[in-house]
């Protein structure tokens, strides 16, 4: 079905150097480049896809902005969580809508934008005040206000416990996520997930151990790392440059106390490497 952009709309210029701008539509604005002024009129009622030209001939063309072009061009207090693990964050953590999600600390808002838009309700606890605003605002303003319904946030220190219980999931990007085990044995529903993010693998390290002497099992640490390739006629190749290393993803369940799994089991590529599948005979 066609839908027009609408003035009010944040849409998303891109020029044939591959730069992505991020611009919100207003009547009589205008979109600055080195090569001369794109007012918004000429994208005010254009379809997704169209391609216009500032008023010295350079080429943009104008989508609506994905949610991870969002995340990496809306404004930042905090460092934000990269669109290549955001991804896999809801697999590991199997967010699912109307999944009951602790989340902390929540700086720009990037992962609580894709915790609810996959569908989840959060109670998410945040230090910083500014912070908490600006994940609120950017929220709204990729969601729209009705998100907030799903998004209740406290400006507080989560390393002092929680006070609501039942959660599904719990989602963590903060310094010490250590310091909420137990407190998750509590909040957390048996067979509830726990999902961290971690910059540096002393950090993973010292998560696990408190797991491995936890309620939680089944633990699982990886890291995802994403290259892109230049295509360009015979020139076809990785890229020179990629982001070498953003942080670790660590898992975990919490187990009914007193059961009788004690190891960490191992990750499934392992299984494999073990235990290959059986080539055909014939
Ligand atoms: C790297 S940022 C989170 C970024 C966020 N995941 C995103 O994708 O935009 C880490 C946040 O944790 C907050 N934080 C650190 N310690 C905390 C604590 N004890 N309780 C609550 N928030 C905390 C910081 O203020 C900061 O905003």
Partial sequence: MSRPLQPGERVLLFDSKGRRYLVTLAEGGEFHTHSGPVPHAELIGAEEGTTVRSSRGARYVVVRPTLAEVVLKMPRGAQVIYPKDLGPILMMADVFPGARVFESGLGSGALSMTLLRAGAEITGYELRPDFAARARANVAGFLGPAALDRYHISVRDAYDGM?????????????????????????????????????????????????????????????????????????????????AHTGFLTSARLLVPGGVVHETPLAPAEEDRLDPPVAGTD
């Fill in 163 to 243: 006070d609501e219980q039942g959660f599904d999931r719990m989602v963590l990007d903060l310094p010490e996520p250590w310091r909420l085990v137990k407190p998750a044995e509590e909040a957390l529903r048996p067979g509830g997930i726990l999902v961290s993010y971690l910059p540096t693998i002393g950090q993973v390290s010292t998560l696990r151990d408190v797991l491995a002497r936890s309620g939680f099992g089944m633990a699982e640490t990886v890291e995802i790392l994403q290259r892109s390739w230049h295509v360009e006629g015979q020139s076809v190749r990785p890229d020179h440059r990629m982001v």
